[in-house]
Every structure is written in structure tokens, then in C-alpha cells.
């Protein structure tokens, strides 16, 4: 796996370590980290979660708790924004595509 998802997987806030969960194909463990946090960074972790369930109901509910617009754009360009903007990094190594290939 990258650096970047095994930096936030270390991460001392549970909003980022979700994004890192979701990054392994762990959508369950993900969601449980954002579940009961109620910081408008989790809530925005959280709305992408459901989104990328397809469950876009409770996507504009989390999305309206973090107030921000529903993203319109592909998945993979939305975890980027949010990790870049959640960790301060816009680091290629944590593009989905280097996800996937490792």
C-alpha cells in the first residue's frame, strides 16, 4: 500500500483513519469510525461513505452536517479532495489508481 493511506491509518483522528480504512476495501470498519463523531470533518468522511454506497439519501443528510455541496464528481476524485484537505497533502502517492495497484 502507499505511504500516504499507511500515514493516515496512524493518524490520531478517526475521520482520517476512515478515509485510510476505505482506501483497504474496508467500507464497514470505515463507517464505524465516523459513526458517532460528530465533527464536521467526520460528517463529511461520512457523507462520501454513503455515497459511495449509493445510499445518496443519507449522503445529502451527512453531506448538509459537514456543510458542503453533495459532490457530483467520480469517487475517487472525491477521497482525494477530502484526504488532501484533511491531511494537508495533495501527494500523488494517495490517488486511487496507486491504491489500487498496490
Known amino acids: 500500500m502507499t ?3 499507511d500515514a493516515m491509518e496512524n493518524s490520531e483522528r478517526a475521520f482520517v483513519r476512515a478515509l485510510a480504512a476505505d482506501a483497504r476495501g474496508d467500507w464497514p470498519g470505515a463507517h ?5 463523531d460528530p465533527s464536521p470533518d467526520a460528517a463529511w468522511v461520512h457523507a462520501y461513505l454513503h455515497r459511495k ?3 445518496a439519501g443519507n449522503a445529502r443528510y451527512w453531506y448538509g452536517r459537514a ?6 464528481g467520480d469517487l475517487d476524485e472525491e477521497w482525494r479532495l ?3 484537505a484533511l491531511t494537508g497533502s495533495d501527494d500523488d502517492a494517495g490517488e486511487p489508481e496507486a491504491r489500487a495497484r498496490d
Open 32 to 36: 464505524a469510525l465516523v459513526q458517532d
Open 67 to 72: 456543510g458542503k455541496p453533495v459532490f457530483e
Open 3 to 5: 505511504d500516504r493511506v
Open 82 to 84: 477530502i484526504a488532501d
Open 53 to 55: 454506497e449509493g445510499d
